[in-house]
T-cell receptor
Framework: KNQVEQSPQSLIILEGKNCTLQCNYTVSPFSNLRWYKQDTGRGPVSLTIMTFSENTKSNGRYTATLDADTKQSSLHITASQLSDSASYICVVSPDNNDMRFGAGTRLTVKP | DTGVSQDPRHKITKRGQNVTFRCDPISEHNRLYWYRQTLGQGPEFLTYFQNEAQLEKSRLLSDRFSAERPKGSFSTLEIQRTEQGDSAMYLC????????????FGPGTRLTVL
């Protein structure tokens, strides 16, 4: 069983709408959690990184939250744009050298 | 462009052939990672280097796979006697040895084994 579970597996929304992606993890110990955006055929690009003591981090229209007690994170996208269509991958690190990847949520934004 | 680069971007080969991929990391980064990613999945760790030393290898890295980083700069990943199951995106990432060790990914090499 993957230690990082993401939901939904895929999501289709209309341009301009908001959406929230979920990440639940069992990785322990915990060092940090990242959200990456991966466009089709490209490598992942980091959006946010949060440590144990942080419970929210924003990057433009992207806002990530972290509840380290329940081991849950979410990525909220506001006022979606066509260019937001991508896979969003949650990555949890137990230490500075190890990254555990979720399978990703495939987001499609339609006009 | 000072990001991570990979070459080639796409490779189509016949089963049984050998292939080699190259990764050029961000110049001041001393760590270099290789991952494999199949459709609809997150990247799977293969191996990583700190400078020229290969410090960890995943069980996914069978005897047919070998990676080198001879001068602590660029790295190569070779797959011998390719199989159809090797078809995947091969991603390279680099980082500095520091807190939180953020990895910067290259664009990947898409391998198709016919």
């Amino acid at each position: 069983k993957n230690q990082v579970e993401q939901s939904p597996q895929s999501l289709i929304i209309l341009e301009g709408k908001n959406c929230t992606l979920q990440c639940n993890y069992t990785v322990s110990p915990f060092s940090n959690l990242r959200w990456y955006k991966q466009d089709t055929g490209r490598g992942p690009v980091s959006l946010t990184i949060m440590t144990f003591s942080e419970n929210t981090k924003s990057n433009g229209r992207y806002t990530a939250t972290l509840d380290a007690d329940t081991k849950q994170s979410s990525l909220h996208i506001t006022a979606s744009q066509l260019s937001d269509s991508a896979s969003y991958i949650c990555v949890v690190s137990p230490d500075n050298n190890d990254m555990r990847f979720g399978a990703g949520t495939r987001l499609t934004v339609k006009p | 462009d000072t990001g991570v680069s990979q070459d080639p971007r796409h490779k189509i080969t016949k089963r049984g052939q050998n292939v080699t991929f190259r990764c050029d990391p961000i110049s001041e980064h001393n760590r270099l990672y290789w991952y494999r990613q199949t459709l609809g999945q997150g990247p799977e760790f293969l191996t990583y280097f700190q400078n020229e030393a290969q410090l960890e290898k995943s069980r996914l890295l069978s005897d047919r796979f070998s990676a080198e980083r001879p001068k602590g700069s660029f790295s190569t990943l070779e797959i011998q006697r390719t199989e159809q199951g090797d078809s995947a995106m091969y991603l390279c990432a680099s980082s500095q040895t520091e807190a939180y060790n953020e990895q910067f990914f290259g664009p990947g090499t898409r391998l198709t084994v016919l």
